[in-house]
C-alpha cells in the first residue's frame, strides 16, 4: 500500500510541477492568473453570492485548464516537429483558438454576473 501512496504523491508533485512551468514560461496563462485574481477582487467588492462565486470558481479552472492544455499540444508539436510545418501551425493555432474561444465565453458571463452589480 505505501507503494501507491508514493505514486498518488508524485502524481500531485508532477501535476504541480506542470502548472508551475506553464507559469514560469508561457505568458498566456499569467495573463488569465491576472484576470482571475481582478475577478476575484471584483467579486468581494460587488458582493458576488455562493453561486456566482460557483460559477466564477469553474470558469477559472476551464480557462486555466484550457491554457494548459494548449500548452501541452503546443510543446507536443514542437517536439515531434521542429521544422516549420503547416499542419503542426493548423494544431497549434487551433489548440490557441479553443483557449480563445474559452475565455471570451468566459469573460462573456463574468460581465453578465457583475454588470447588474455596477449599474445598481
Known sequence: MKLKSKKIIDSFKYA????CTSFRNERNIKIHILIMLLVILSGVFLRFSKEEWMICILLFAIVIAGELFNTS???????????KNEKAKIA??????AVLVLAISAAMIGFMIMIP???R
Not at 16 to 19: K, S, V
Not at 73 to 83: A, G, K, L, N, S
Request: glycine share 8%; proline share 4%; charged share 25%.
Open 92 to 97: 497549434k493555432d487551433v489548440a490557441a483558438g
Open 16 to 19: 504541480f510541477q506542470g502548472i
Open 73 to 83: 499540444i503546443e510543446t507536443i508539436v514542437d517536439i515531434i516537429m521542429p521544422e
Open 117 to 119: 452589480k455596477i449599474i
